[in-house]
């Protein structure tokens, strides 16, 4: 089973990541995050992690600069304004909804 994180910046602000959305012909809105190679705090959590924006990238996501340009800013951003730690699988459930979830877990040694 594999354990959930809670990842947040550091002054607890909101974190966005880029993604792209698009209609299907059925009138459906589907969407997708973009992924980067994780930087190397966020390694031993995963190999990859959502692509972050500040604000300034946010502004850049949504410009009509060229991929290229918009791409260099991005990925320069290292991460080392964003903690996290583990939470209780409960959060999995979408019938769980409450702050609780997002408690720092920690296992009870046996």
């Known amino acids: 089973i594999k354990q959930p994180y809670y990842f947040f910046h550091t002054s607890k602000r909101l974190l966005f990541a880029a993604g792209l959305y698009w209609k299907r012909s059925s009138g459906i809105t589907e969407s997708s995050i973009i992924t980067r190679e994780a930087v190397s705090s ?45 939470v209780d699988r409960a959060v999995n459930n979408p019938k769980n909804n409450n702050d609780s979830l997002i408690e720092k877990f920690e296992e009870v040694p046996f």
């Not at 949504?62 to 991460?79: A, F, G, H, Q, R």
């Open 42 to 86: 966020l390694q031993p959590i995963h190999n990859r992690s959502p692509l972050l924006l500040t604000k300034k990238q946010r502004e850049q996501w949504v410009s009509n600069l060229s991929s290229e340009e918009i791409y260099t800013e991005i990925l320069d951003y290292i991460y080392d304004d964003i903690k996290f730690h583990k």
